[in-house]
């Protein structure tokens, strides 16, 4: 038994790194995006330095549209992607996650002025008799908010995205924009460098509101290869330890913090 173990352990130490791709959302800013052919964004960073960390793989990070990287998991093709949420029911196909990387905090965005009589802090009643921003394709808000929208209370303003969500609320066209805290934060602070953002000028200051929701993205490992990944749970498990000191020395959230800069 001793000659085995021996002679395991030092296959393991002659063997080449395995080579591990992992798919990426992407188009989703400022988290996982592809753009001037590199692929960018905050879990993109994370998992980059992550990934550096452990040992006896060799990870390559590759974008690919949302949905087509879910069939690549769901068919057992692909070995894991980046970001989904934790969706057991919807999503049975995935299994194990890592371990949580970032709360993705979904809030209200509002000129500052709505707030001077009022915190707001109640979400969907202090928003009652106000135009909401989301973007076209969205079903952010939870129940009572769509609700409020279909009794009359709330009303909803849908354009493409981010970018001409803001400008509206610059704009005083709308009240309020409903999306995820730091896509709202990054793609405000891109307005401003270009100039397209003026609060000095014919934009309003803005403020944040009530937090709506709380999301966490992971890794998302495939359940469907039939063994054909025998190396995924020590894979996870290093993952995990790179995530977790990143988490508790305070690097992770540098990373998101030099996104907003």
Known sequence: MALSLSLWLSTM???????????????????????????????????????SRMKGYKVNLVAVPWKRGLRLIENGEGFAIYPPYFHLEKRPYIWPYSMPILDERVIVMCREELFFRA??????????????GINAGFHLGGDAFWQAVKEGEISVSEVKGNRENILQLGLKRIDCYLNDRISILWELKQL?????????????VLME??????????????????????????????????????????EMQKIVNDFLR
């Open 119 to 132: 915190l707001r802090l109640n979400w969907p009643e202090d928003y009652y008799g106000l135009v909401i």
């Open 13 to 51: 130490v002659l063997a080449e790194d395995i080579e591990v791709t992992i798919y990426a959302d992407a188009n989703y800013p400022p988290y996982s995006y592809f753009e001037e052919g590199e692929l960018k964004g905050i879990y993109t960073q994370i998992i980059k330095v992550g990934v």
């Open 192 to 204: 401003k460098l270009t100039g397209e953002y003026d609060e000095a000028g014919k934009h309003v």
């Open 209 to 250: 509101g009530a937090t709506v929701s709380i999301e966490q993205g992971f890794v998302g490992f495939t359940n469907m290869d039939k063994g054909k990944y025998p190396f995924k749970e020590d894979f996870k498990k290093q993952l995990d330890s790179a995530i977790y000191n990143m988490r508790r020395t305070g």
